[in-house]
């Protein structure tokens, strides 16, 4: 059982390029997440998808867009990456997004630098 | 003030002891906690959630709740040199209909053999 798979697991770009994350999960779940991780801030969202075929902003989405593919997959998409976009990339998924106790599972993470 | 504030850390603790992790929230509104570890450089891993004020025990994991004072703690008995880790608080709202999970910098453990 694979859980959440996320590609690339590293990825450097210079200012200006653009590139997707892909994500993909196997559990059958109808919410899924994108998170950045920052030294300092946490785990902050950057947009999720509560189901298929919807998605909404999370605290930081300037710069990104999202597509649910379909129930499995959820991409992050930056168009003009920005040194300020140098993170971790986590994607999540969880059963649903209205059961308050709905836990996430994290998938690997990206490591993104910006030069 | 953050809305969810843990201590950073490092703590250390000698193996064998009770570790225990503090994170206050400032939503009184707020209505689960989740727990999660992190090792270095892997994803968070969910430990254990609670919502009702009061214990809730899963093997040597204890979390602790109490509404009235906005806090919760994890306790992690007989500590293990693997529970060196950095362990996430996290509280979920649900407000309006909108629902916001937000989680703490986290706490950085150290268990020392």
């Known amino acids: 059982n694979a859980g959440v798979t996320q590609t690339p697991k590293f990825q450097v770009l210079k200012t200006g390029q653009s590139m997707t994350l892909q994500c993909a999960q196997d559990?059958?779940?109808?919410?899924m997440y994108w998170y950045r991780q920052d030294p300092g801030m946490g785990l902050r969202l950057i947009y999720y998808s509560a189901s298929e075929g919807t998605t909404d902003k999370g605290e930081v989405p300037n710069g990104y867009n999202v597509s649910r593919l379909n129930k499995r997959e959820f991409s992050l998409r930056l168009e003009s990456a920005a040194p300020s976009q140098t993170s971790v990339y986590f994607c999540?998924?969880?059963?649903?997004?209205?059961?308050?106790?709905?836990?996430?599972?994290f998938g690997n993470g990206t490591r993104l630098t910006v030069t | 003030q953050k809305e969810v504030e843990q201590n950073s850390g490092p703590l250390s603790v000698p193996e064998g002891a009770i570790a225990s992790l503090n994170c206050t929230y400032s939503d009184r509104g707020s209505q689960s906690f989740f727990w999660y570890r992190q090792y270095s450089g892997k994803s968070p891993e969910l430990i254990m959630f609670i919502y009702s004020n009061g214990d809730k025990e899963d093997g040597r994991f204890t979390a602790q709740l109490n509404k009235a004072s906005q806090y919760v703690s994890l306790l992690i008995r007989d500590s293990q040199p693997s529970d060196s880790a950095t362990y996430l608080c996290?509280?979920?709202?649900?407000?309006?209909?909108?629902?916001?999970?937000?989680f703490g910098t986290g706490t950085r453990l150290t268990i020392i053999p």
């Open positions: 559990m059958n779940h109808n919410s």
């Open positions: 999540a998924s969880s059963a649903s997004r209205g059961s308050y106790n709905s836990p996430l599972h």
């Open positions: 996290a509280v979920n709202t649900i407000d309006f209909g909108n629902e916001k999970l937000t």
